[in-house]
């Protein structure tokens, strides 16, 4: 019989993080994913950690973000400690430009909205913008600075996390597809996979990204969905990009600072299910918005194209936290932010699990918000 003090449900950024968290703590844990670890949304995405909302409805996330910002530099320290790994976290900023539009007006409302959420930015005339960021496009009509925003590498980072979980002692198990949760009463006991086998846990954390809906009896606390997005990774032998760059089209996110440099480019918002396959239209709008941002990117070499499944949810919140099952606790529903939300994830499921109270409040992203839901619908029918 296996069994676990936890077993986590997904080998991604949000599972593997929480298991290196957890195994500082000394727990028994272990990771199962149905596939290689780390080979969905993780591993597609683009790296960048901005805790500034892109929607009015993510406006309730930014306390999140912000803290969990706060978190990377030791959070990455740590890692990369017990991994021997390196994540590629880089500071500096990122630059936000305005090319379409009343940019005047379009700027104004930028700055005011982020402070007024308690985030750095600073209007960046052209000419220091053009200082700072020489490539940059004719086509930019303003630009802010937002000094705070970071980056990291999601590949190298969440195989470190693994390799920190896994040299503290988690079990990190491929190929171990979860069909169901084994209830007792009003208890998981562990999870079932598709061979039948039982792993015995006293607490079950489902991280399963946009999968989580699939696996049934965590299907209505956690309605996650599948939202598409397509990358493309450039070879820039032209000037060095040296901040994350992002317009209202795109974003291009530079790694490392030497000529020739790779650039990320991307992304596309898709809810075409879980087709996951790259469409000549996605990769002509992200190259299209690189290309204005800065126009040397048209010569580059286009080196990878890739797609992932972001784990979208009804309300863009994640969710997170412990439900009416006794043993079962949720980390999943991150959407465009999983990689920036990793350590305050870690953290907070960490504090759940070992000393059941959290540092800071999580309620807004519970996943029970989605049963109230569900039961007020069918009570009014
Ligand atoms: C194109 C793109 C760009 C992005 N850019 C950024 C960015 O710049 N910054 C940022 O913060 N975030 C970004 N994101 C979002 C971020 O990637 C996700 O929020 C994050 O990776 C979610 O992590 P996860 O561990 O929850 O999910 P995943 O990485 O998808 O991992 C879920 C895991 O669960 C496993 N699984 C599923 N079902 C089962 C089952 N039944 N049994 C066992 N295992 C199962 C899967 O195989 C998978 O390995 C981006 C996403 C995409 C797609």
Redesign the pocket.
Known sequence: MKTFDVVI???????GSIAFELTVRNLRVAV????E?????????????SPAPDCPAAIPLVPLGRASLALYPKFVDAVEDASGLRTGFRAGGAVEVICHGDAGRELSTLVALHHGLGLACEPLPLDEARKMEPALGRDARAAAFLPDECSVE?RTLTAAVLAGADSAGAALCPG????SLVLEANKCVGVKNSKGEIFHAAQVVL?????SS??PEAAPYAPTLPVR?Q?AALRHCGTPIRHVLRSERGYLVPRGVDSPQVVVV??TIENVGYEKCITSGGIEKILSAANELVPELAKAEIIETW?????GTPDQLPILGPVDVDGLVFA?G????????APVTAKLIGEWIAERRTSLDWDAFNPLRFTKIHADRSASA
């Open positions: 449900v997904g080998g991604g950024i949000i599972g199962l994913d149905r596939q670890l780390m080979h969905e949304a993780s591993w597609a995405a683009a790296g960048m950690l999601p171990v597809e979860v069909t991280a399963a990204g946009c999968w699939q696996i997005g990358m991307g992304s797609c992932g499944l972001r784990p999943t991150h959407y465009r932010n999983g990689i920036l939300l």
